[in-house]
């Protein structure tokens, strides 16, 4: 199976991205997956030059420095003309009433006065991202599931009409993962584009940075470290990384840890140890740019390699060139 997963650097990355993520992608990818930085999706909302750049830059040197294998790497933008290329065919083969029954487009759209008309084709560039690669499965939350549904009729759609050139491709659930809660506001999960990053733990925040929003994580009244996630979920969310960095269920982390304090303080430590070595390697490829550089463009053209044949197809199917 050929799996495609991406992350985009709409923000600095999280812990939840890291365990929920990143994390997963390394210990599981197979021959053929492909993991990808989506910055042209970052560009769908108000985005800073500068920022996007360094978020790409940082979002690929953590794959790398977290074990994600270099030759499934590559970053979008880096394919941008066949990615782009593929949308307008896709656009030409999606309908206007399609992409706006987007529920996303919806959501991040509302109250804003005005939008990019990106926010609205975006569904296509993902699919598009999907189709290009001859992905099989797309491991996504529910969030993103109707945007797979919408890759998968246009396949069908394209094929059915010009000739059999994609793979049809299959949302499935990522096997249960942690979802991070922000540890400000336990009712929230951990995002990147969080307004205020009090709860957010970076990746890349220093130690001791790390140890304060684990002091002041929001917990309850109860004072009792018990796994109960409905009815203390600021606890919870604590059991839950404390038992994803040590391999433990949260139960058994709950066990012999007195009060909130002990807790607090287990958690921000094994968050430390897990981090330690990915912190560390980041650092140094972000340091050393020709490292980077070189997985980086090796990568692309991996991927290019390996995708130029369909994309020939699609257009040549679709009566270009
Ligand atoms: P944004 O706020 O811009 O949507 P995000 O933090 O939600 O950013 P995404 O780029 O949407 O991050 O998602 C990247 C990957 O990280 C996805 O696989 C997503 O499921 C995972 N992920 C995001 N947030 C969490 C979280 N809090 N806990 C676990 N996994 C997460
Ligand atoms: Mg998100």
Redesign the pocket.
């Known amino acids: 199976m050929t799996r495609l ?4 650097p ?2 600095d990355i ?4 890291y ?4 994390r997963r992608w390394a210990a599981e990818a197979g021959p053929g997956d492909l993991y990808f930085v ?1 910055d042209l999706h970052a560009m769908t909302l108000a985005h800073e030059p500068k920022r996007l750049r360094s978020g790409t830059r940082q979002l690929l040197a953590v794959m790398l420095a977290a074990g994600v294998p270099a030759d499934s790497l590559f970053v979008q933008s880096d394919l941008v003309r066949e990615h782009m290329a593929l949308t307008w065919l896709l656009e030409c083969t999606c309908t206007f009433g399609e992409a706006q029954r987007m529920i996303q487009f919806k959501e991040k759209g509302a109250g804003r006065e005005s939008v990019r008309l990106s926010l609205l084709t975006y569904p296509v560039l993902m699919a598009a991202d999907i189709l290009l690669h001859g992905t099989e499965e797309v ?3 529910e ?1 993103q599931r109707q945007h797979v549904e919408l890759a998968r009729t246009l396949a069908q759609r394209f094929n059915s009409t010009y000739g059999e050139v994609f793979v049809v491709p299959r949302g499935v659930l ?1 096997a249960a ?6 540890l400000a506001d336990p009712t929230r ?6 307004a205020e990053g009090n709860g957010v733990v970076y990746l890349l925040d220093p130690p001791e940075v790390v140890r304060r929003k684990f002091r002041r994580a929001v917990t309850d009244n109860l004072g009792e470290v018990r796994y109960d996630p409905e009815g203390q979920p600021g606890v919870a969310n604590l059991l839950e990384i404390l038992a994803a960095c040590t391999g433990v269920t949260p139960e058994r982390a709950a066990a012999g840890l007195g009060s909130y304090r002990e807790l607090k303080e287990a958690t921000a430590e094994a968050v430390l140890a897990e981090l330690g070595p990915v912190r560390e390697r980041t650092a140094e490829l972000l340091a050393d740019t020709a490292e980077l550089d070189a997985v980086r463009a090796a990568g692309a053209e991996l991927a290019r390699e390996r995708c130029g044949k369909r994309l020939d197809a699609a257009l040549a199917a679709a009566g270009l060139g």
């Not at 999960?189 to 969080?194: A, L, N, Q, T």
């Open positions: 997963s991406g992350i985009t709409s923000g999280h812990l939840g991205n365990l929920g993520a990143v989506s491991p996504v939350g969030d990522p993962a942690a979802r991070v809660r922000d999960k951990m995002s990147k584009s969080s």
